[in-house]
């Protein structure tokens, strides 16, 4: 899986990353979803009932799961010292992540409703094999990050209490179609669709404010 940083359009101070995910890196990847990532603080802030949408880092930064995707003549001691200053700050932040495909199931077409994806909290959640064929494929080291993270993360962080709300109760998040009464914008009644966001259009399109 293939996590690309874009830059938001406009700026949005309090979230620090937005990204969009593809299945691979290949040239006929799969865009599969979005993940927006949120510094401890703001995610502090967060209504408690939102907070159940999110999940910690901690973990997939500490086990060398989550890498930084180079080209393979970059030399390994390159790309180890280029992630440190980006993990370091990963490991205290939070994200929301919607996949809107899942090739698995369905591989031609993104059928179905969106799924909320949570990420691991522990060694004993995903089969050591499945590490073991991405190392090969992608040619990676995750015991290698894993070890090499040991010494210059705070691996005993603690994420804050809300988040990776399955790894606690056993209850996950499934979003399930449902109908409701729509206002249909109808031509000679009056009515028509307009701006209602709480940010102006102006600055949602990067543009000067009317006179």
């Excluded at 690309?4 to 799969?30: K, T």
């Excluded at 999110?54 to 930084?68: A, N």
């Excluded at 494929?137 to 994420?159: C, F, M, N, V, W």
Aim: net charge negative.
């Amino acid at each position: 899986m293939l996590l690309v940083g874009v830059e938001s359009h406009p700026p949005v101070p309090l979230c620090r990353r937005q990204c969009v995910i593809y299945d691979s890196d290949r040239a006929d990847a799969r865009l599969i979803g979005i993940e927006y990532v949120v510094s401890e603080d703001v995610f502090l802030g967060l209504p408690e009932e939102e907070k159940k949408y999110w999940h910690s880092h901690k973990y997939e930064v500490e086990s060398g799961q989550l890498t930084l995707k180079s080209k393979n003549f970059v030399p390994v001691a390159a790309e180890d010292m280029a992630e440190r200053s980006v993990m370091k700050e990963l490991q205290t932040t939070y994200g929301k992540t919607i996949h809107t495909w899942r090739p698995e199931v369905h591989p031609d077409l993104p059928l179905g409703p969106p799924s909320l994806m949570m990420s691991f909290t522990g060694d004993d959640q995903v089969d050591p094999s499945v590490i073991a064929t991405r190392d090969r494929i992608e040619k990676q080291d995750t015991a290698h990050k894993r070890l090499l993270r040991s010494g210059y993360l705070d691996t005993s962080y603690k994420p804050t209490e809300g988040c990776d709300a399955w790894s606690t109760t056993g209850k996950g998040i499934e979003f399930e179609p449902r109908e409701v009464d729509v206002a249909m914008p109808k031509e000679g009644k009056g009515e028509m669709a307009t701006w209602k966001g709480k940010v102006p259009l102006e600055e949602v399109l990067g543009g000067p404010s009317a006179a």
